[in-house]
């Protein structure tokens, strides 16, 4: 099982918004196949195993009767961009699958596996099933809150800024923590922001890193109608703008939709409406060694804001003269 969870493990910014999944198939102590789910809209992991192992028939196996099939996640049983694996399972003639998370997604829970057993095949399930939950934890999170993982990124002076008025753009941070915040949104699904930093900052927003990468989805809160669509912001993207400022009925907007996870990138005002919304899972903090002084604009009202709402630190770590600290809603 540790085997098909790190198979999995290569796809992750590939495979979003779906789960990670591996699978082996072996035969005894051998291993006949592997597959992975490598794409999100491409083949499942169990259905690349079948078709691999289907090449090594007449050598290393004779009839798939003989052979275990190992995936991370529950097999789906239900047809979406693919049909169901369960299927798939059964008329390859495997009689034995080990599982090792069932499957949160309301089209799947459990009946992938009833409909393996009801065909006659032998489960066995949960095996590492917190090991698969933790890499696929928007995933879960989505499909147990039906609402997706939301994180708050900010980049902080030593005073508690957020960016100098009337000036065109406020860099506050060094170049490896801006390096840095490229692989932190490569993971997840959508960025969102408001309408004033677009305007005033111009900012690209995608995830500038050296893998291939799903790239997340801009979600730009604005009433304004009048952007330039040829700015960084736009371009190369997909993107939507929405008029509405509840955050509720924002976040209700997703639970719907292909999108798990969401990182907030904005200045005070959103950031703070989105903290008192509650509906924040996760901080990250980068902060500078240096003061942007009395003419900065404050992050929060008051000291201790982040403590205050229920955040317990996680993390905290030095990237050159910044640290970065991670907090999570206890
Ligand atoms: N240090 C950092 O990490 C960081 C990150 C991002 C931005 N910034 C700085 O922050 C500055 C802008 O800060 P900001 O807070 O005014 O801008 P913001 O990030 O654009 O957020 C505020 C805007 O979001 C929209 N919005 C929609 N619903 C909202 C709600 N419920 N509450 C508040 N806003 C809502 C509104 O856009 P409309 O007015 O267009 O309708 C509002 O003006 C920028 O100049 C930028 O330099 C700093």
């Known amino acids: 099982m540790k085997r098909a969870i790190s198979l999995a493990d290569q796809y992750k910014y590939t495979a979003k918004p779906n789960p990670v999944v591996g699978c082996i198939i072996v035969k005894g102590e051998t291993i006949i196949s592997e597959g992975a789910h490598k794409e999100f809209g491409s083949n499942h992991a169990e259905v690349n195993a079948i078709e691999e192992a289907k090449k090594n028939q ?15 996640l529950e097999p789906c049983n239900h047809t979406g961009k693919t049909g169901p694996c369960s299927e798939a399972i059964i008329s390859s003639g495997i009689r034995n699958v080990v599982v090792g998370a069932e499957d949160p997604n309301p089209l799947v829970s459990g009946s992938g596996i009833r409909n393996l057993i009801n065909h006659g095949v032998k489960v066995q399930s949960g095996v590492c099933a917190k090991l698969v939950e933790e890499q696929n ?32 753009r406020t860099y506050i941070t060094c170049k490896e923590s801006i390096d840095d915040v490229q692989k932190v949104r490569a993971n997840y699904d959508a960025i969102l922001t408001g309408g004033n930093t677009v305007v005033n900052d111009s900012p690209r ?19 304004k109608s009048n952007f330039d669509l040829d700015a960084d912001f736009f371009v190369n993207c997909e993107y939507e703008i929405l008029n509405e400022t509840n955050i509720d009925k924002i976040i209700e907007r997703y639970r719907y939709k292909d999108i798990t996870s969401i990182l907030v990138e904005a200045g005070p005002k959103l950031v703070n409406a989105f903290l008192d919304s509650g509906k924040v899972d996760e901080i990250i903090i980068y902060q500078s060694p240096n003061n942007l ?18 955040f317990k630190l996680e993390s905290s770590y030095k990237i050159k003269a910044d640290t970065k600290k991670i907090y999570i809603k206890c």
Do not use: H
């Not at 002084?293 to 229920?310: M, P, T």
């Open 137 to 168: 934890k928007f995933f879960f999170f989505k499909n147990k809150n039906n609402r997706p993982y939301i994180t708050v990124k900010i980049a902080s002076s030593r005073d508690g800024k957020s960016y100098l008025p009337n000036e065109e």
């Open 205 to 223: 927003m995608n995830a500038r890193v050296s893998f291939p990468v799903n790239q997340p989805k801009k979600i730009l809160l604005s009433n």
């Open 58 to 72: 007449g050598i290393t196996f004779n009839s798939f009767g003989e052979l275990t099939l190992i995936c991370s």
């Open 293 to 310: 002084g009395i003419n900065g604009v404050n992050w929060f009202k008051e000291d201790n804001a982040v403590e205050k709402l229920s």
